[in-house]
């Protein structure tokens, strides 16, 4: 039975509609369906009174059981869908709510923080950007009215061409379709229809929601689900009016400041968090069954069951996770997922392999975004353990006789969580430290005598085993105190055999610090025992169908393996669909990709992994946008060159715009191993790479000249690099760069000569035009070199005599090098004139103007020699002697005035060797 408005014979406006299951509903209806604010009664008594959308519970409501007990909260599609609070009746002045997130009739989404959770904060040793890590949720893009994307309606699949139809205004439903068709479910809803029925939904408020659609919001977790949750309640944040609780507050407030005690969904969903944390497989499974929390559920800070067990190796816990139904990749909110943060323990910053980006980065000191990776794991043990025995000593003289656990216990004190296997690993030297072996005849020193170069103390010294002479053994010592060399290796070997032993590695974890305990065998036992149950806990989520591009937080999973230059899971990631196409951040990390950090890894595993990434389809020519290089913006003024002004000088010279560094750059980059810096030019130049690319200024061709790299100069070349390509930064040419005083280190005298003729043999020209000097002066190769040469005045101004002996040769050196490029340049200038006459007299030597088929009256034959003698003089002024064509006064020859000179020496010099039997 309905009482109410009628609108074309529908149910239109306000009404009650009655039921005979006896279901009663008193509001708003439209074309037909309950639509608007109403009333909803079933009929064992239960009530929900809020806002319904084409018949299905949409945004606030309030539903109130039979047994009194009331959830005050949002909705969609007739389920609970996000902020909202259930109140327990019964419980008389003592109020019991479950307060958070919700999804259906579940908590998702905990007010209260669990301890020990895995955050980036307890990782200073990465860099972490939280604006840049939230996604941007577009409020413009229409809601679906579905809860989840797997219940999409059926058409949602349909092409671009039939979505983008229904957004047109001009797109309309035969009319009258109401009348006979109410399935606004799956029909296909054009804008229009869509306007009206947020208008009718909305009422006045409508104007406000579309105004809303023009901003983005920051997302509070990168989840899709959590993301949908969020643009849910932005979108009905203006129906809050009336709500016993604020919803913002449910997101930003902690549990405690909610005057209610937790409910029992609250307990459960955190218990759950614990025991997921703990490992307690049978309380997972037990919670899980009863169907109390979902799988899925988060603290305040986004940390799930599936991040906590994985972090802490439960490899049971994880599978009854995953079994009942957890989302692998959910993130927690600061964009990690379990499998990153599984990467984050398994490859500590330490285990990185020395990488040429870590020296780009350290350029800038914005740019201080990883620990200095530790070319030695012996250097970084002994820091550490030093550390250590300073520590543990002057805890030993503020208490003249502390018992050793206490020192123990003591030094636990100040190590942090991410310290505790570094310290565990530190060859004996700390268990050492806190004994105070007897002095031995051989030991004896006074104190007195007893201090070392480094200020150390000949008694610390004595307490490191592997620093103290080998002692005779004697029958009347303790076996104790007896120093002996115990070797690296057999330790180990020792810690790999105990790392087997359950037992022996039960019980004790190295991530805060306890470890040490055990002594450094123990230790290492015990961390290699947790380093193989993370690998088997990465394998397991890969294998469950973790995905290794969700969640780059602190950057992606194939990142980390790349960096530390793990072949095997290279493979095991791309393998399961690892992007190589992914970016770190441009604000701290350079905007690399992991095709670049592969390129600038200094081990012999670099040629492999950026083999692997070539096939995985990387793209050779992606550029990051780091601009600090090491090779300094060198020459273009004699102070500083301002951005604008490069800019200015490279679209006036026609250079090509700097985008920033490649691979291939990177690869030139190197000089640690020239072979497999050669061998990763070859990969990346026979995948495409372009040759010709600037950067700071350089090209690759540059970049392997300065490294000193002849082997990748030589590659480039035979691949097309153009050995006469502007560079800009005031870097000239690849000539500039070879001849530059600041690499002569990388090569003998001879070589940077045989350099030289290797590049003017593939194309390098010597008369290219090249700008140098404050004042932007416009000269050749010659005129830069020798500009380059008398900036060093200790080396040019000063007199030959007065030189030491390395001067002396780093002058010959120079001058040999200038008197070369002088030749080459004499050499190209003739090789340009005879060319041009050439072609001038092309059309002469046509009509037979030579002197001895003319009659030497004919006035044609004169006009000719006057000719020649018109097109000998050459284009190109130049010095003869050293080349030099800019900031010399150039005369020329007396007798033939078809050369020139700078100087009165050049002009003796070159008549000497060579211009007398020319001229």
Same mark, same amino acid.
């Given at each position: 039975?309905?009482?109410?408005?009628?609108?074309?014979?529908?149910?239109?406006?306000?009404?009650?509609?009655?039921?005979?299951?006896?279901?009663?509903?008193?509001?708003?209806?439209?074309?037909?369906?309950?639509?608007?604010?109403? !009333?909803?009664?079933?009929?064992?008594?239960?009530?929900?009174?809020?806002?319904?959308?084409?018949?299905?519970?949409?945004?606030?409501?309030?539903?109130?059981?039979?047994?009194?007990?009331?959830?005050?909260?949002?909705?969609?599609?007739?389920?609970?869908?996000?902020?909202?609070?259930?109140?327990?009746?019964?419980?008389?002045?003592?109020?019991?709510?479950?307060?958070?997130?919700?999804?259906?009739?579940?908590?998702?989404?905990?007010?209260?923080?669990?301890?020990?959770?895995?955050?980036?904060?307890?990782?200073?040793?990465?860099?972490?950007?939280?604006?840049?890590?939230?996604?941007?949720?577009?409020?413009?893009?229409?809601?679906?009215?579905?809860?989840?994307?797997?219940?999409?309606?059926?058409?949602?699949?349909?092409?671009?061409?039939?979505?983008?139809?229904?957004?047109?205004?001009?797109?309309?439903?035969?009319?009258?379709?109401?009348?006979?068709?109410?399935?606004? @479910?799956?029909?296909?809803?054009?804008?229009?229809?869509?306007?009206?029925?947020?208008?009718?939904?909305?009422?006045?408020?409508?104007?406000?929601?579309?105004?809303?659609?023009?901003?983005?919001?920051?997302?509070?977790?990168?989840?899709?689900?959590?993301?949908?949750?969020?643009?849910? /309640?932005?979108?009905?944040?203006?129906?809050?009016?009336?709500?016993?609780?604020?919803?913002? @507050?449910?997101?930003?407030?902690?549990?405690?400041?909610?005057?209610?005690?937790? #409910?029992?969904? @609250?307990? +459960?969903?955190?218990?759950?968090?614990?025991?997921?944390?703990?490992?307690? +497989?049978?309380?997972?499974?037990?919670?899980?069954?009863?169907? &109390?929390?979902?799988?899925?559920?988060?603290?305040?800070?986004?940390?799930?069951?599936?991040?906590? +067990?994985?972090?802490?190796?439960?490899?049971?816990?994880?599978?009854?996770?995953?079994?009942?139904?957890?989302?692998?990749?959910?993130?927690?909110?600061?964009?990690?997922?379990?499998?990153?943060?599984?990467?984050?323990?398994?490859?500590?910053?330490?285990?990185?392999?020395?990488?040429?980006?870590?020296?780009?980065?350290?350029?800038?000191?914005?740019?201080?975004?990883?620990?200095?990776?530790?070319?030695?794991?012996?250097?970084?043990?002994?820091?550490?353990?030093?550390?250590?025995?300073?520590?543990?000593?002057?805890?030993?003289?503020?208490?003249?006789?502390?018992?050793?656990?206490?020192?123990?216990?003591?030094?636990?004190?100040?190590?942090?969580?991410?310290?505790?296997?570094?310290?565990?690993?530190?060859?004996?030297?700390?268990?050492?430290?806190?004994?105070?072996?007897?002095?031995?005849?051989?030991?004896?020193?006074?104190?007195?005598?007893?201090?070392?170069?480094?200020?150390?103390?000949?008694?610390?010294?004595?307490?490191?085993?592997?620093?103290?002479? @080998?002692?005779?053994?004697?029958?009347?010592?303790?076996?104790?105190?007896?120093?002996?060399?115990?070797?690296?290796?057999?330790?180990?070997?020792?810690?790999?055999?105990?790392?087997?032993?359950?037992?022996?590695?039960?019980?004790?974890?190295?991530?805060?610090?306890?470890?040490?305990?055990?002594?450094?065998?123990?230790?290492?036992?015990?961390?290699?025992?947790?380093?193989?149950?993370?690998?088997?806990?990465?394998?397991?989520?890969?294998?469950?169908? &973790?995905?290794?591009?969700?969640?780059?937080?602190?950057?992606?999973?194939?990142?980390? &393996?790349?960096?530390?230059?793990?072949?095997?899971?290279?493979?095991?990631?791309?393998?399961?669909?690892?992007?190589? &196409?992914?970016?770190?951040?441009?604000?701290?990390?350079?905007?690399?990709?992991?095709?670049?950090?592969?390129?600038?890894?200094?081990?012999?595993?670099?040629?492999?992994?950026?083999?692997?990434?070539?096939?995985?389809?990387?793209?050779?020519?992606?550029?990051?946008?780091?601009?600090?290089?090491?090779?300094?913006?060198?020459?273009?003024?004699? #102070?500083?060159?301002?951005?604008?002004?490069?800019?200015?000088?490279?679209?006036?010279?026609?250079?090509?715009?700097?985008?920033?560094?490649?691979?291939?750059?990177?690869?030139?980059?190197?000089?640690?191993?020239?072979?497999?810096?050669?061998?990763?030019?070859?990969?990346?130049?026979?995948?495409?790479?372009?040759?010709? !690319?600037?950067?700071?200024?350089?090209?690759?061709?540059?970049?392997?000249? +300065?490294?000193?790299?002849?082997?990748?100069?030589?590659?480039?070349?035979?691949?097309?690099?153009?050995?006469?390509?502007?560079?800009?930064?005031?870097?000239?040419?690849?000539?500039?760069?070879?001849?530059?005083?600041?690499?002569?280190?990388?090569?003998?005298?001879?070589?940077?000569?045989?350099? /030289?003729?290797?590049?003017?043999?593939?194309?390098?020209?010597?008369?290219?035009?090249?700008?140098?000097?404050?004042?932007?002066?416009?000269?050749?190769?010659?005129?830069?070199?020798?500009?380059?040469?008398?900036?060093?005045?200790?080396?040019?101004?000063?007199?030959?005599?007065?030189?030491? /002996?390395?001067?002396?040769?780093?002058?010959?050196?120079?001058?040999?090098?200038?008197?070369?490029?002088?030749?080459?340049?004499?050499?190209?200038?003739?090789?340009?004139?005879?060319?041009?006459?050439?072609?001038?007299?092309?059309?002469?030597?046509?009509?037979?103007?030579?002197?001895?088929?003319?009659?030497?009256?004919?006035?044609?034959?004169?006009?000719?020699?006057?000719?020649?003698?018109?097109?000998?003089?050459?284009?190109?002024?130049?010095?003869?002697? !050293?080349?030099?064509?800019?900031?010399?006064?150039?005369?020329?020859?007396?007798?033939?005035?078809?050369?020139?000179?700078?100087?009165?020496?050049?002009?003796?010099?070159?008549?000497?060797?060579?211009?007398?039997?020319?001229?």
């Amino acid at each position: 039975k309905y009482s109410g408005e009628f609108v074309d014979d529908m149910r239109h406006g306000t009404g009650s509609h009655t039921w005979k299951s006896g279901e009663v509903y008193e509001g708003s209806f439209y074309k037909d369906h309950m639509h608007g604010n109403g !009333c909803y009664t079933w009929r064992d008594g239960s009530t929900f009174t809020g806002s319904f959308y084409l018949d299905q519970k949409q945004g606030y409501g309030t539903l109130t059981f039979v047994n009194g007990d009331v959830f005050e909260g949002l909705y969609k599609a007739n389920e609970r869908f996000g902020p909202g609070v259930l109140t327990y009746a019964g419980h008389g002045q003592c109020k019991v709510q479950d307060i958070g997130w919700w999804c259906r009739d579940k908590l998702i989404r905990l007010c209260t923080r669990v301890e020990g959770a895995f955050s980036m904060h307890d990782h200073k040793e990465y860099k972490y950007f939280e604006e840049e890590t939230h996604h941007q949720i577009d409020l413009s893009e229409n809601e679906s009215s579905d809860l989840f994307a797997h219940n999409a309606t059926s058409y949602s699949f349909l092409s671009e061409q039939f979505k983008a139809a229904l957004s047109s205004e001009s797109t309309v439903l035969p009319n009258g379709i109401e009348i006979y068709s109410k399935d606004y @479910e799956h029909l296909p809803q054009t804008s229009k229809l869509k306007k009206e029925l947020n208008q009718a939904f909305f009422g006045a408020d409508y104007d406000l929601v579309c105004s809303d659609k023009l901003y983005t919001v920051v997302a509070i977790n990168n989840t899709p689900l959590s993301m949908k949750i969020q643009k849910h /309640i932005h979108t009905h944040r203006h129906q809050e009016k009336g709500l016993s609780f604020i919803p913002d @507050e449910i997101s930003t407030k902690e549990r405690s400041f909610f005057d209610s005690k937790s #409910g029992p969904l @609250e307990h +459960a969903s955190r218990q759950l968090l614990l025991c997921a944390g703990a490992g307690d +497989a049978h309380s997972v499974y037990s919670i899980l069954k009863s169907g &109390a929390a979902d799988p899925n559920v988060a603290d305040r800070q986004g940390n799930n069951p599936i991040i906590s +067990a994985a972090t802490n190796c439960h490899l049971d816990v994880v599978n009854i996770l995953l079994d009942m139904g957890a989302n692998i990749n959910q993130v927690n909110d600061q964009g990690t997922s379990s499998l990153s943060a599984c990467h984050v323990f398994y490859y500590p910053v330490d285990h990185f392999k020395t990488n040429l980006l870590d020296q780009i980065h350290a350029k800038h000191p914005e740019y201080g975004v990883f620990e200095k990776p530790k070319t030695k794991k012996r250097e970084s043990i002994k820091r550490r353990s030093s550390s250590i025995s300073s520590k543990v000593k002057n805890r030993r003289e503020s208490s003249p006789s502390p018992a050793p656990s206490d020192d123990s216990v003591s030094l636990l004190d100040g190590i942090g969580a991410t310290e505790g296997i570094e310290i565990c690993k530190s060859d004996l030297k700390s268990r050492s430290a806190e004994k105070k072996p007897k002095k031995t005849k051989s030991s004896k020193v006074t104190e007195e005598n007893s201090v070392t170069q480094d200020g150390s103390s000949s008694s610390d010294v004595l307490h490191q085993i592997f620093l103290t002479e @080998e002692l005779a053994f004697e029958s009347n010592e303790n076996v104790v105190d007896l120093d002996a060399k115990v070797t690296q290796d057999l330790i180990e070997r020792t810690a790999t055999l105990l790392s087997y032993n359950e037992r022996a590695v039960s019980g004790v974890s190295t991530r805060n610090g306890q470890a040490i305990r055990l002594g450094t065998t123990g230790a290492l036992a015990v961390w290699k025992a947790e380093h193989s149950q993370l690998r088997k806990t990465i394998e397991l989520l890969l294998l469950r169908g &973790a995905d290794p591009n969700i969640g780059p937080v602190p950057f992606p999973p194939l990142f980390f &393996a790349v960096k530390a230059a793990d072949i095997s899971a290279v493979c095991l990631l791309l393998n399961k669909g690892a992007s190589t &196409a992914f970016r770190l951040s441009d604000k701290g990390l350079g905007g690399f990709n992991v095709l670049h950090v592969a390129s600038g890894i200094m081990c012999s595993e670099g040629v492999k992994l950026v083999e692997l990434l070539l096939h995985a389809n990387a793209d050779p020519n992606t550029c990051a946008h780091d601009r600090y290089g090491i090779y300094n913006k060198m020459h273009t003024c004699e #102070g500083t060159m301002t951005l604008d002004d490069m800019h200015k000088n490279m679209d006036s010279m026609g250079l090509s715009e700097d985008l920033g560094i490649t691979a291939l750059h990177i690869a030139c980059h190197r000089d640690d191993n020239y072979k497999d810096a050669c061998d990763v030019t070859h990969l990346l130049l026979n995948n495409a790479a372009k040759p010709d !690319c600037i950067w700071t200024g350089h090209s690759p061709l540059s970049l392997a000249i +300065a490294s000193g790299n002849d082997l990748c100069v030589k590659k480039l070349l035979q691949f097309g690099a153009d050995a006469s390509l502007e560079l800009s930064d005031g870097l000239g040419s690849a000539l500039c760069v070879a001849s530059d005083p600041q690499y002569e280190f990388r090569r003998s005298p001879e070589d940077r000569i045989s350099l /030289i003729d290797w590049l003017v043999k593939f194309g390098a020209d010597m008369l290219a035009p090249i700008k140098f000097g404050s004042k932007q002066s416009t000269g050749t190769v010659v005129d830069y070199a020798h500009w380059l040469f008398n900036k060093d005045t200790r080396i040019s101004r000063t007199p030959y005599h007065a030189l030491n /002996i390395k001067e002396r040769e780093a002058y010959n050196a120079r001058k040999n090098l200038l008197t070369h490029l002088g030749k080459l340049l004499r050499e190209s200038a003739k090789n340009l004139d005879r060319r041009t006459t050439q072609e001038n007299f092309s059309g002469s030597t046509e009509n037979g103007l030579y002197p001895h088929e003319t009659d030497r009256d004919d006035h044609s034959v004169k006009y000719a020699f006057e000719l020649c003698k018109f097109f000998r003089k050459p284009a190109f002024k130049y010095c003869y002697e !050293c080349g030099r064509s800019v900031g010399v006064h150039l005369t020329s020859c007396t007798r033939c005035h078809e050369v020139y000179y700078c100087s009165r020496a050049c002009k003796l010099k070159a008549w000497e060797e060579r211009h007398k039997y020319e001229c």
